[in-house]
Protein backbone atom coordinates (compact mmCIF):
# COMPACT_ATOMS: atom_id res chain seq x y z
CA UNK A 1 0.00 0.00 0.00
CA UNK A 2 3.12 2.35 0.53
CA UNK A 3 4.08 2.03 -3.42
CA UNK A 4 0.66 2.83 -4.27
CA UNK A 5 0.22 5.65 -2.28
CA UNK A 6 3.88 6.98 -3.35
CA UNK A 7 2.59 6.41 -6.93
CA UNK A 8 -0.75 8.30 -6.36
CA UNK A 9 0.96 11.20 -4.49
CA UNK A 10 3.84 11.61 -7.60
CA UNK A 11 1.13 11.53 -10.39
CA UNK A 12 -0.77 14.22 -8.24
CA UNK A 13 2.64 16.44 -7.81
CA UNK A 14 3.54 15.65 -11.99
CA UNK A 15 -0.04 16.93 -12.39
CA UNK A 16 0.25 20.57 -11.05
CA UNK A 17 2.90 21.07 -14.04
CA UNK A 18 -0.07 21.48 -16.28
CA UNK A 19 -2.63 24.88 -15.78
CA UNK A 20 -5.13 22.75 -17.25
CA UNK A 21 -5.04 20.79 -14.08
CA UNK A 22 -5.86 23.44 -12.12
CA UNK A 23 -8.73 24.24 -14.26
CA UNK A 24 -9.88 20.51 -14.10
CA UNK A 25 -9.78 20.54 -10.25
CA UNK A 26 -11.84 23.76 -10.36
CA UNK A 27 -14.72 21.90 -12.58
CA UNK A 28 -14.30 18.65 -10.47
CA UNK A 29 -15.31 20.76 -7.30
CA UNK A 30 -18.15 22.19 -8.68
CA UNK A 31 -19.63 19.21 -10.96
CA UNK A 32 -19.32 16.54 -7.97
CA UNK A 33 -19.98 19.65 -5.26
CA UNK A 34 -16.39 18.55 -3.47
CA UNK A 35 -14.99 20.88 -0.13
CA UNK A 36 -13.38 23.75 -1.06
CA UNK A 37 -10.64 22.30 0.49
CA UNK A 38 -10.23 18.75 -0.95
CA UNK A 39 -7.59 19.14 -3.33
CA UNK A 40 -5.51 21.48 -0.82
CA UNK A 41 -5.66 18.15 1.54
CA UNK A 42 -5.24 15.32 -1.00
CA UNK A 43 -2.28 14.46 -0.17
CA UNK A 44 -2.85 14.30 3.77
CA UNK A 45 -6.23 12.30 2.89
CA UNK A 46 -3.92 9.77 0.94
CA UNK A 47 -1.28 9.61 3.65
CA UNK A 48 -4.15 8.61 6.12
CA UNK A 49 -6.09 5.81 3.93
CA UNK A 50 -5.23 2.47 6.12
CA UNK A 51 -5.26 -1.27 5.47
CA UNK A 52 -8.27 -1.26 6.98
CA UNK A 53 -10.44 1.36 5.05
CA UNK A 54 -8.76 0.07 1.79
CA UNK A 55 -10.33 -3.85 2.94
CA UNK A 56 -13.26 -2.30 4.05
CA UNK A 57 -14.22 -0.61 0.84
CA UNK A 58 -13.11 -3.92 -1.20
CA UNK A 59 -15.59 -5.87 0.94
CA UNK A 60 -17.89 -3.57 0.35
CA UNK A 61 -17.59 -2.87 -4.02
CA UNK A 62 -16.26 -6.35 -5.01
CA UNK A 63 -18.71 -8.82 -4.26
CA UNK A 64 -17.05 -12.37 -5.95
CA UNK A 65 -20.77 -13.45 -6.91
CA UNK A 66 -21.75 -10.92 -9.02
CA UNK A 67 -18.26 -11.22 -10.80
CA UNK A 68 -18.22 -11.36 -14.43
CA UNK A 69 -15.44 -12.96 -16.35
CA UNK A 70 -14.64 -11.10 -20.10
CA UNK A 71 -12.95 -12.65 -22.75
CA UNK A 72 -11.99 -10.52 -26.45
CA UNK A 73 -11.52 -12.52 -28.98
CA UNK A 74 -13.66 -14.21 -31.92
CA UNK A 75 -17.05 -15.48 -30.40
CA UNK A 76 -16.47 -18.90 -32.69
CA UNK A 77 -13.20 -19.65 -31.94
CA UNK A 78 -13.92 -19.09 -27.47
CA UNK A 79 -17.34 -19.52 -26.72
CA UNK A 80 -17.76 -23.55 -26.46
CA UNK A 81 -14.88 -23.51 -24.47
CA UNK A 82 -16.34 -20.72 -21.54
CA UNK A 83 -19.53 -22.76 -21.46
CA UNK A 84 -18.65 -24.78 -18.37
CA UNK A 85 -17.99 -21.62 -16.55
CA UNK A 86 -21.83 -20.46 -17.04
CA UNK A 87 -23.98 -18.20 -19.02
CA UNK A 88 -21.96 -17.01 -22.04
CA UNK A 89 -23.00 -13.29 -23.21
CA UNK A 90 -22.14 -12.11 -26.47
CA UNK A 91 -21.55 -8.37 -27.11
CA UNK A 92 -19.45 -6.20 -30.15
CA UNK A 93 -17.05 -4.22 -30.03
CA UNK A 94 -19.38 -1.15 -29.16
CA UNK A 95 -20.33 -3.01 -26.09
CA UNK A 96 -23.97 -3.78 -27.43
CA UNK A 97 -25.40 -6.96 -26.43
CA UNK A 98 -26.80 -9.00 -29.52
CA UNK A 99 -27.50 -12.73 -30.33
CA UNK A 100 -25.20 -14.82 -32.41
CA UNK A 101 -26.81 -16.21 -35.36
CA UNK A 102 -25.71 -19.40 -36.94
CA UNK A 103 -24.06 -19.09 -40.55
CA UNK A 104 -24.53 -21.13 -42.79
CA UNK A 105 -21.76 -23.52 -44.24
CA UNK A 106 -19.25 -23.19 -46.74
CA UNK A 107 -20.85 -24.89 -50.59
CA UNK A 108 -18.63 -27.56 -51.19
CA UNK A 109 -16.07 -26.91 -53.77
CA UNK A 110 -16.00 -23.28 -53.31
CA UNK A 111 -12.35 -21.52 -52.67
CA UNK A 112 -11.22 -18.39 -51.56
CA UNK A 113 -10.23 -18.01 -55.58
CA UNK A 114 -13.77 -18.62 -56.48
CA UNK A 115 -15.22 -16.06 -54.17
CA UNK A 116 -12.59 -13.07 -55.20
CA UNK A 117 -13.57 -13.68 -59.07
CA UNK A 118 -17.26 -13.51 -58.31
CA UNK A 119 -16.38 -10.34 -56.19
CA UNK A 120 -14.60 -9.23 -59.76
CA UNK A 121 -18.07 -10.10 -61.54
CA UNK A 122 -19.64 -8.41 -59.04
CA UNK A 123 -18.23 -4.71 -59.34
CA UNK A 124 -17.98 -5.07 -63.49
CA UNK A 125 -15.37 -7.76 -64.06
CA UNK A 126 -11.71 -7.96 -64.54
CA UNK A 127 -11.72 -5.97 -67.88
CA UNK A 128 -13.28 -3.06 -66.78
CA UNK A 129 -11.13 -3.02 -63.65
CA UNK A 130 -7.95 -3.07 -65.82
CA UNK A 131 -9.14 0.19 -66.99
CA UNK A 132 -8.59 2.34 -63.79
CA UNK A 133 -5.40 3.21 -64.41
CA UNK A 134 -5.59 6.04 -61.59
CA UNK A 135 -8.02 6.83 -58.64
CA UNK A 136 -8.63 10.36 -57.21
CA UNK A 137 -11.12 10.04 -53.92
CA UNK A 138 -11.98 12.63 -51.39
CA UNK A 139 -13.88 11.20 -48.41
CA UNK A 140 -15.47 13.45 -45.93
CA UNK A 141 -16.59 12.56 -42.27
CA UNK A 142 -16.78 14.48 -38.86
CA UNK A 143 -15.11 13.41 -35.75
CA UNK A 144 -15.68 15.01 -32.47
CA UNK A 145 -17.83 17.83 -33.97
CA UNK A 146 -14.72 18.52 -36.30
CA UNK A 147 -14.51 17.82 -40.38
CA UNK A 148 -11.79 15.19 -41.09
CA UNK A 149 -11.06 14.62 -44.59
CA UNK A 150 -8.82 11.93 -46.08
CA UNK A 151 -7.83 12.29 -49.71
CA UNK A 152 -6.73 8.91 -51.43
CA UNK A 153 -4.75 9.43 -55.00
CA UNK A 154 -3.83 5.91 -56.27
CA UNK A 155 -2.02 4.90 -59.72
CA UNK A 156 -1.07 1.45 -61.27
CA UNK A 157 1.20 -0.10 -60.33
CA UNK A 158 0.53 -0.43 -56.39
CA UNK A 159 1.26 3.65 -55.89
CA UNK A 160 -0.48 5.69 -53.58
CA UNK A 161 -0.52 9.31 -51.89
CA UNK A 162 -3.09 8.86 -48.32
CA UNK A 163 -3.11 12.26 -46.68
CA UNK A 164 -5.35 13.07 -43.57
CA UNK A 165 -6.64 16.12 -42.52
CA UNK A 166 -8.77 17.78 -39.94
CA UNK A 167 -10.09 21.39 -40.15
CA UNK A 168 -8.09 23.80 -38.99
CA UNK A 169 -4.89 21.52 -38.27
CA UNK A 170 -3.74 20.98 -41.31
CA UNK A 171 -2.12 17.58 -42.76
CA UNK A 172 -2.14 14.91 -39.78
CA UNK A 173 -0.94 11.87 -41.18
CA UNK A 174 0.11 10.58 -44.80
CA UNK A 175 1.25 7.67 -46.31
CA UNK A 176 3.35 7.39 -49.30
CA UNK A 177 3.41 4.26 -51.95
CA UNK A 178 6.03 4.59 -54.70
CA UNK A 179 5.32 1.34 -55.85
CA UNK A 180 7.55 -0.70 -54.03
CA UNK A 181 8.33 1.33 -50.69
CA UNK A 182 6.04 2.64 -47.97
CA UNK A 183 6.38 5.87 -46.09
CA UNK A 184 4.31 6.83 -43.04
CA UNK A 185 4.26 10.12 -41.43
CA UNK A 186 2.48 11.50 -38.52
CA UNK A 187 1.93 14.82 -36.89
CA UNK A 188 5.33 15.53 -39.51
CA UNK A 189 7.05 12.86 -37.62
CA UNK A 190 8.32 9.63 -39.56
CA UNK A 191 7.20 6.23 -38.49
CA UNK A 192 8.85 3.30 -38.43
CA UNK A 193 7.84 1.02 -41.56
CA UNK A 194 8.26 -2.73 -41.02
CA UNK A 195 7.84 -5.68 -43.63
CA UNK A 196 4.14 -6.42 -43.10
CA UNK A 197 3.31 -2.80 -42.88
CA UNK A 198 4.71 -2.55 -46.37
CA UNK A 199 2.89 -5.69 -47.63
CA UNK A 200 -0.53 -5.18 -46.97
CA UNK A 201 0.14 -0.94 -48.00
CA UNK A 202 1.43 -2.07 -50.91
CA UNK A 203 -1.50 -3.97 -51.65
CA UNK A 204 -3.91 -1.75 -50.57
CA UNK A 205 -2.19 0.83 -53.01
CA UNK A 206 -4.05 -0.71 -55.73
CA UNK A 207 -7.21 0.72 -56.70
CA UNK A 208 -8.53 -2.80 -56.70
CA UNK A 209 -6.75 -4.20 -54.22
CA UNK A 210 -7.60 -8.31 -55.08
CA UNK A 211 -6.02 -7.91 -58.20
CA UNK A 212 -2.55 -7.69 -57.07
CA UNK A 213 -2.80 -11.04 -54.79
CA UNK A 214 -0.58 -12.93 -56.99
CA UNK A 215 1.92 -10.08 -57.86
CA UNK A 216 2.43 -10.24 -53.72
CA UNK A 217 2.57 -13.47 -53.54
CA UNK A 218 -0.36 -13.33 -51.07
CA UNK A 219 -1.64 -16.84 -49.85
CA UNK A 220 -5.50 -16.50 -49.49
CA UNK A 221 -7.97 -18.95 -47.67
CA UNK A 222 -11.64 -19.08 -47.13
CA UNK A 223 -11.94 -19.55 -43.85
CA UNK A 224 -15.49 -19.70 -43.34
CA UNK A 225 -19.28 -17.41 -43.59
CA UNK A 226 -19.63 -14.49 -40.94
CA UNK A 227 -22.38 -12.35 -39.92
CA UNK A 228 -21.37 -9.07 -41.10
CA UNK A 229 -23.81 -6.05 -40.21
CA UNK A 230 -26.20 -8.60 -40.67
CA UNK A 231 -25.65 -10.25 -43.55
CA UNK A 232 -23.80 -13.57 -44.29
CA UNK A 233 -20.27 -12.91 -45.75
CA UNK A 234 -17.34 -15.40 -47.27
CA UNK A 235 -14.52 -14.59 -44.59
CA UNK A 236 -11.07 -14.49 -47.17
CA UNK A 237 -7.88 -14.46 -45.35
CA UNK A 238 -5.12 -12.98 -46.74
CA UNK A 239 -1.14 -13.95 -45.69
CA UNK A 240 1.48 -12.26 -47.01
CA UNK A 241 5.37 -13.57 -47.12
CA UNK A 242 6.43 -11.82 -44.03
CA UNK A 243 3.31 -11.77 -42.33
CA UNK A 244 1.24 -9.12 -43.09
CA UNK A 245 -2.63 -10.18 -42.44
CA UNK A 246 -5.81 -9.39 -43.82
CA UNK A 247 -9.24 -10.66 -43.89
CA UNK A 248 -12.18 -9.93 -46.27
CA UNK A 249 -15.12 -10.35 -46.05
CA UNK A 250 -17.97 -10.76 -49.29
CA UNK A 251 -21.61 -10.46 -49.14
CA UNK A 252 -22.73 -14.42 -49.60
CA UNK A 253 -25.53 -13.25 -51.98
CA UNK A 254 -24.20 -10.37 -54.36
CA UNK A 255 -20.35 -10.80 -53.95
CA UNK A 256 -19.70 -7.39 -53.05
CA UNK A 257 -16.85 -6.63 -50.46
CA UNK A 258 -18.71 -5.34 -47.43
CA UNK A 259 -15.60 -5.20 -44.82
CA UNK A 260 -11.85 -5.44 -44.46
CA UNK A 261 -10.37 -6.47 -41.61
CA UNK A 262 -6.51 -5.20 -41.41
CA UNK A 263 -4.34 -6.41 -38.84
CA UNK A 264 -0.83 -5.02 -36.68
CA UNK A 265 0.99 -5.06 -33.51
CA UNK A 266 0.10 -3.34 -30.36
CA UNK A 267 1.07 -3.00 -27.21
CA UNK A 268 -1.01 -6.03 -25.92
CA UNK A 269 -0.80 -7.93 -28.78
CA UNK A 270 -2.69 -8.34 -32.28
CA UNK A 271 -4.79 -5.56 -32.88
CA UNK A 272 -7.68 -5.81 -35.58
CA UNK A 273 -9.23 -2.78 -37.32
CA UNK A 274 -12.15 -3.15 -39.27
CA UNK A 275 -13.55 -1.02 -42.09
CA UNK A 276 -17.38 -1.02 -43.09
CA UNK A 277 -17.76 -0.61 -46.89
CA UNK A 278 -21.64 0.55 -48.36
CA UNK A 279 -22.71 2.16 -51.02
CA UNK A 280 -21.38 0.87 -54.02
CA UNK A 281 -21.79 2.90 -57.67
CA UNK A 282 -20.49 2.16 -60.76
CA UNK A 283 -17.71 4.09 -61.67
CA UNK A 284 -16.67 3.61 -65.40
CA UNK A 285 -17.49 0.83 -65.56
CA UNK A 286 -16.97 -0.49 -62.13
CA UNK A 287 -18.57 -0.42 -58.90
CA UNK A 288 -16.74 1.77 -55.93
CA UNK A 289 -18.00 1.75 -52.35
CA UNK A 290 -18.44 5.38 -51.61
CA UNK A 291 -19.48 4.81 -47.95
CA UNK A 292 -16.73 3.60 -45.55
CA UNK A 293 -16.98 3.16 -42.27
CA UNK A 294 -13.88 2.84 -39.95
CA UNK A 295 -13.66 1.75 -36.38
CA UNK A 296 -11.48 3.88 -34.23
CA UNK A 297 -11.95 1.32 -30.75
CA UNK A 298 -15.46 2.53 -29.68
CA UNK A 299 -15.91 4.71 -32.15
CA UNK A 300 -17.58 4.88 -35.42
CA UNK A 301 -15.82 6.99 -38.06
CA UNK A 302 -18.39 7.50 -41.25
CA UNK A 303 -16.58 8.72 -44.49
CA UNK A 304 -18.58 9.75 -47.52
CA UNK A 305 -16.75 10.34 -51.08
CA UNK A 306 -17.21 13.80 -51.72
CA UNK A 307 -15.66 13.97 -54.82
CA UNK A 308 -13.93 10.86 -56.98
CA UNK A 309 -11.61 11.99 -60.51
CA UNK A 310 -11.70 8.55 -62.83
CA UNK A 311 -7.99 8.36 -64.33
CA UNK A 312 -7.07 11.72 -63.66
CA UNK A 313 -3.87 12.43 -65.01
CA UNK A 314 -1.07 11.98 -61.33
CA UNK A 315 2.72 12.47 -61.89
CA UNK A 316 5.20 9.92 -60.76
CA UNK A 317 6.31 12.67 -58.53
CA UNK A 318 3.40 12.89 -56.65
CA UNK A 319 4.46 9.10 -55.34
CA UNK A 320 8.33 10.91 -54.52
CA UNK A 321 9.42 9.33 -50.87
CA UNK A 322 11.93 11.91 -49.70
Known amino acids: MAAAKAEISGAFGRSLESPQTIAGFALNTAKYKLSKDYYANYLKSIDAVTLADVQATAKKFIRPDNANIIVVGKASDVADKLKTFGEVRYFDIYGESYVPSKASAIPAGLTAERVIEKYFDAIGGAEKIAELKSLKSTYKGLVQGMELTITNSQKSPNKALIETSVAGMGVMSKQVIDGKVVSLTQQGQKLPVDGSTTEVGLFEAAIVPEANLSQLKAKTTLTGIEMVEGKEAYAVEIVFPQGGKIINYYDTK ?63 TLFKID
Open 254 to 316: DGLKVQTVKFGKGPQGEVSVPTLYENYKEVLGVKLPQTMTLSMGPMKLKMEIATQDVNPKLED
